[in-house]
C-alpha cells in the first residue's frame, strides 16, 4: 500500500534558496507545507506558486516550537522536514521510498553533505519520520526529535530506526557568504546556554555548545563543556553520535593548546566509534595532520587511507597523504593522490604547488614549471603574498616563471 509523505519546513526571508529546496521535493511529495515565520520578501508567494500551502507563526525564538507548529499542518504517513538551504538529491527518492514501505520503521536518518565544508563533509540528520503523534521537537536551537523518539522507544519497543548510507541532502550552507555570522554564533551561544541552565549535563548541548566555544577561540570554556557531557557516561550511555562528537571537538581543542597526547587520544577514540565511516572523515584527517607533525608518517599514512577508504573523493586527504608520502620519499605515489587532488579540486593550489615540488625533485623539470606557473596564477586571486614567495624562490633557484 503506497504510503503518503508530507514535506513541511520553517521559513524566514528564503526567497533566494526556497525555489531550489522546493523544486527538489515537490515531485515527490504528497503535500508541501511552509510554516512562515515573518518573511518580508517574496518568500511567501514563491513557495505558494511552487504548490505549498502557506501557514504563519510569530517567530519565538525557539525552533522547535516553530517546527512542532509545521507539524500541525501535516495530514501524511510519513514526514520529511529540510530548511531552505538544503537540497533532496534524487537518487536517494527510490531508497526513501522502499525504506518507508517498512512496517515497523519509525525513522529514516539521512545523510547530509555539507557542500563547502573541507574536513568535516558529513553528517546524519532525523529529518524522515514516521507522523506519529508521540514524535515532537526538542531542543530550542538545534531543534531534533531524537529525544521524543528515545522515550516512545521505551514505551513501544518494536519501532526500527533505519540509516540510509547514500547522500540524501544537500547543505548549502558552508558556501562562501553562507557561513554564520558573528551574530549567529551569539544567538546559538545564548539560545543554548539557557537550556544548559536546565539540563547542565545534557551530553548534546555540551557537544554543540562546547564546540561553539572552541571555534569562538574560549578553548578551556569548551573544553570545561565538552569533558563535562563526557562524564555523563559514567551514569548512563551516551548515543554513539553523540560520543563521536564529544571526543572529535575535544580533539580540536586539545590540539589548539598543544597537547598533542590527549588530541590523539580524543581522535583515536572518535574513530572508533560504531557510526558511519563518512562521519568520521574530519576525525581521521586531523588525526592524520597530527600524526604527520609529530613525524609519525606510517600512522599519519594509516589515517589519510581511513578517510579515503570512506570517501574516495575526498581533496584534502588525497593532498594529505600526498604530502605525507613526499616525506616518506614515496614520490611517484605522492604525485599520484596530488593529481587526484586536483581532479576533485581543479583550483586547489597548495596541491599544485606540491605537485611542483615533488616533480623537480624527480627532475621532471618542464612539468613541474607548468604545475608552479598555475599554483602562482591561483594564489594570485587568493593569496598574493604566497604567489609572491613561490615566484621568488623559484627566481632563487634559476627559474623565471
Known amino acids: 500500500m503506497a504510503v503518503k509523505l508530507s514535506f513541511c519546513m520553517i521559513v524566514k526571508n528564503e526567497a533566494t534558496n526556497l525555489p531550489r529546496c522546493l523544486n527538489s521535493v515537490r515531485h515527490m511529495a504528497d503535500e508541501l507545507v511552509v510554516l512562515d515565520t515573518g518573511s518580508s520578501d517574496g518568500t511567501v508567494a514563491i513557495a505558494q506558486s511552487l504548490g505549498a500551502t502557506v501557514h504563519h507563526f510569530a517567530w519565538t525564538n525557539d525552533f522547535s516550537e516553530a517546527r512542532n507548529e509545521s507539524l500541525k499542518y501535516v495530514t501524511g504517513d510519513w514526514v520529511l522536514v529540510l530548511d531552505a538551504d538544503e537540497v533532496l538529491t534524487a537518487e536517494i527518492v527510490p531508497v526513501m521510498q522502499l525504506a518507508m514501505q517498512q512496517e515497523n520503521c519509525l525513522v529514516i536518518n539521512l545523510l547530509r553533505q555539507e557542500i563547502g565544508a573541507t574536513q568535516s563533509p558529513y553528517s546524519l540528520v532525523s529529518r524522515l519520520f514516521r507522523h506519529h503523534p508521540a514524535i515532537e521537537f526538542r531542543r530550542p536551537y538545534h531543534a531534533m526529535i531524537d529525544d521524543s523518539v528515545a522515550q516512545l522507544l521505551k514505551q513501544e519497543p518494536h519501532w526500527q530506526i533505519v540509516d540510509l548510507p547514500e547522500v540524501a541532502i544537500l547543505h548549502y550552507g558552508y558556501e562562501p557568504g553562507a557561513i554564520a555570522s558573528r551574530d549567529k554564533f551569539q544567538q546559538a551561544r545564548m539560545t543554548m546556554e539557557r537550556f544548559l541552565v536546565k539540563h547542565p549535563g545534557d551530553p548534546y548541548v555540551c557537544s554543540k ?108 586527504a588525497h593532498y594529505n597523504l600526498g604530502m605525507t608520502l613526499k616525506a616518506m620519499g614515496q614520490l611517484e605515489d605522492a604525485i599520484a593522490h596530488y593529481q587526484k587532488a586536483l581532479q576533485l579540486n581543479p583550483i586547489y593550489a597548495e596541491a599544485l604547488q606540491n605537485l611542483g615540488v615533488v616533480l623537480l625533485k624527480l627532475g621532471r623539470v618542464e612539468e613541474s614549471m607548468a604545475a608552479f606557473q598555475r599554483a602562482i596564477v591561483l594564489h594570485e586571486q587568493r593569496n598574493v603574498q604566497e604567489a609572491q614567495r613561490l615566484r621568488s624562490g623559484l627566481r632563487q633557484m634559476g627559474f623565471e616563471i
Open 209 to 316: 555548545l562546547g564546540a561553539l566555544y572552541v571555534e569562538m577561540g574560549k578553548v578551556d570554556y569548551g573544553i570545561e563543556l565538552l569533558e563535562r557531557g563526557l562524564a555523563q557516561q559514567r551514569k548512563t550511555p551516551i548515543d554513539a553520535p553523540v560520543l563521536f562528537e564529544l571526543h572529535y571537538h575535544l580533539g580540536i581543542a586539545y590540539s589548539r593548546l598543544k597537547d598533542v597526547e590527549r588530541a590523539e587520544r580524543h581522535y583515536q577514540t572518535a574513530t572508533e566509534q560504531p557510526i558511519l565511516e563518512a562521519l568520521k572523515l574530519g576525525a581521521y584527517n586531523n588525526l592524520g595532520t597530527l600524526r604527520q607533525a609529530q613525524g609519525n608518517f606510517p600512522g599519519a599514512k594509516a589515517a589519510y587511507e581511513a578517510a579515503l577508504e570512506a570517501d574516495p573523493n575526498l581533496a584534502i
